[in-house]
């Protein structure tokens, strides 16, 4: 039960970093433009904020045995703040207080988390505190490609929705799922379990319209809402499929 429970954690890890390293196709192109043009920065706070919850709810002093836990999302959260700051430094003056507006949010409710459970909470009662907090982002992060999905559906066509990504969705939801089930630890094996099963819906519908990947014009509007839930990745996909994945 032991090793099960590390070797998930360990695909779990790997699975997990090549979804924190997805945008980085997207950053090349906003650094190379110096513009943000039409990227959301808002997915990229939102994860920063649930990888400091889940990092910090993986201390054994906070939750025994989740040491692997902390250091997926402790990797995560470095690579979501440099995601952050070029986004910012490269982002029109409305987007950049906008998008810096909410990074000092997300510090906040982060600093207050960890005061809490610091100062006013012990044992089991720090645990769900934190627990809960980390499942709550957990579900808003898995449940952001929706849009994608009901996008998908109505346009008959995955052009917007990548398929390598759709597996790692899938396969990091489902290693989490089974670590936690195998670690009797509901606050990771519930919202995992919830973004196994939308990874599956993404590959189901991946499969029902593959043969379509166009998309008609009449939709190209659609295009910067898909991104914003979407982390960005929609400008990715071309070059996603080709040079980064070799499969």
Not at 59 to 86: K, R
Not at 120 to 127: P, Q, S, V
Not at 217 to 243: L, R, T, V
Request: net charge positive.
């Amino acid at each position: 039960m032991d090793v099960a429970h590390f070797l998930f954690g360990i695909f779990g890890n790997a699975s997990a970093l090549f979804l924190f390293l997805a945008p980085v196709i997207t950053f090349k192109r906003i650094i190379v433009n110096k513009s943000t043009e039409q990227f959301s920065g808002i997915p990229y706070v939102m994860t920063l904020l649930n990888c400091l919850l889940s990092a910090w709810y993986g201390l054994p002093f906070v939750s025994p045995h989740n040491i692997l836990v902390s250091t997926i999302n402790g990797t995560g959260a470095v690579i979501e703040i440099i995601y952050v700051l070029i986004f910012i430094l490269f982002a029109p003056k409305k987007e950049k207080i906008k998008i810096f507006s909410l990074f000092t949010v997300v510090l906040s409710v982060f600093s207050v988390v960890v005061f809490v459970s610091l100062f006013a909470l012990h044992g089991t009662y720090r645990k769900m505190f934190c627990g809960f907090a980390a499942a709550i982002f957990s579900v808003i992060m898995y449940g952001s490609p929706l849009s994608i999905m009901r996008l998908v559906i109505k346009s008959k066509s995955v052009e917007f929705m990548p398929f390598f990504l759709s597996v790692f969705v899938f396969l990091c939801g489902t290693s989490w799922f089974i670590f936690g089930l195998l670690g009797h630890d509901p606050f990771i094996a519930v919202p995992n379990g919830l973004g196994s099963v939308l990874g599956a819906i993404q590959l189901i519908l991946y499969f029902i319209y593959r043969d379509n990947k166009g998309i008609p014009k009449k939709h190209g509007s659609i295009e910067e809402s898909s991104m914003e839930m979407g982390n960005g990745k929609i400008h990715q996909m071309k070059h996603f499929n080709s040079n980064e994945i070799q499969g």
